[in-house]
């Protein structure tokens, strides 16, 4: 057991690059953890850790050990944490990604009731507008849209989000809204740069008949986010394209007003994706069957492709 309290020690310290936050997520001080670090690497006889008093990275040996050890070491906590509490009952900590509003707004509300209905199961929350790698980054689930999926990995939907157009009241009042998109040329834009390839996003717009249309406007302000171009948007800075599910709350506020109503920027997948393995742990494969019914039963899904 000794060993493996030491593997404990340096998985949870090379996840955290802390000695003190490993140990909050053990329940232990960070001199133990610290201790077991460096009798794991007595054991072994190299170096794990680069220390100083600022800053903690793993060595290369410490990353192949790493690489090597810590899926399989989290599958068998789980393994140990489900027989503790009976065969097939959830337990253990659960990695999440979520993007930033999404997750806040839609997602934490639903994990809150997983999280009542399964107490031995402690949600891990990692907020991040990035896509992340599910096996190396040792991610039990990532909820997010736009995902590449790559091998091994597998998608649910959970909703299609629709793009629209909106302003601020204030902003319209000063410039109507314009009834076509060849009208969108006048008109300032909050428009957004892809965190995937840095370029900004073109405008193209399509209608109920199946038309399309690239829609030209003149950049007031340029953005990698949408929750801040919604905010922008609010401001009065211009006429933005949103994701539904971040106009949403604006909309229902009045903040924002949405305009060409019958031309949108399409939709795309909002999906939760997981490893394909074969044996999915109960606490993830239900956490998943959780969410996709839960965005069923609270509307979300309707709302986020709204026409």
Do not use: C
């Not at 800053?55 to 906590?77: C, F, K, N």
């Not at 991040?128 to 980054?137: G, H, I, P, S």
Request: charged residues 25%; positive net charge.
């Amino acid at each position: 057991m000794e060993l493996g309290s030491y593997l404990d020690a340096f998985v949870a310290t090379a996840d955290e690059r802390s000695f003190s936050a490993a140990a909050r997520r053990l329940g232990l001080t960070p001199a133990a953890v610290s201790k077991s670090v460096a009798r794991l690497e007595a054991k072994l006889g190299v170096r794990l850790f680069q220390r100083s008093t600022r800053s903690m990275a793993l060595t290369t040996d410490g990353e192949r050990l790493y690489g090597q050890v810590r899926v399989p070491w989290r599958d068998i906590g789980d393994a140990l944490a489900e027989l503790r509490q009976g065969a097939g009952q959830p337990a253990g900590m659960l990695k999440v990604s979520l993007a930033h509003a999404i997750g806040r707004q839609y997602i934490v509300p639903l994990v809150e009731q997983f999280a009542r209905r399964h107490p031995a199961v402690v949600p891990d929350l990692h907020f991040d507008n990035r896509q992340v790698d599910l096996v190396a980054e040792g991610f039990d689930v990532a909820i997010g849209g736009g995902i590449e999926l790559s091998e091994g990995v597998i998608a649910r939907e959970l909703a299609r989000v629709r793009l629209v157009l909106a302003a601020a009241p204030s902003y319209l009042r000063d410039h109507p809204a314009p009834g076509q998109p060849d009208g969108l040329a006048r008109h300032r834009g909050v428009v957004r740069r892809s965190l995937e390839s840095g370029r900004v996003l073109p405008w193209i717009l399509r209608n109920a008949a199946g038309e399309e249309v690239f829609a030209a406007v003149r950049p007031a302000a340029v953005m990698n986010d949408p929750e801040a171009m919604a905010r922008a948007a609010a401001s009065g800075m211009g006429i933005a394209l949103l994701p539904l599910p971040h106009a949403l709350p604006l909309l229902d506020s009045g903040e924002l007003v949405r305009i060409m109503p019958a031309w949108h920027g399409g939709s795309r997948a909002l999906s939760i994706y997981y490893s394909s393995r074969k044996q999915v742990p109960a606490k993830t494969r239900l956490f998943i069957d959780f969410i996709v019914d839960g965005f069923r039963r609270s509307g979300h899904a309707a709302r986020f492709d709204a026409p």
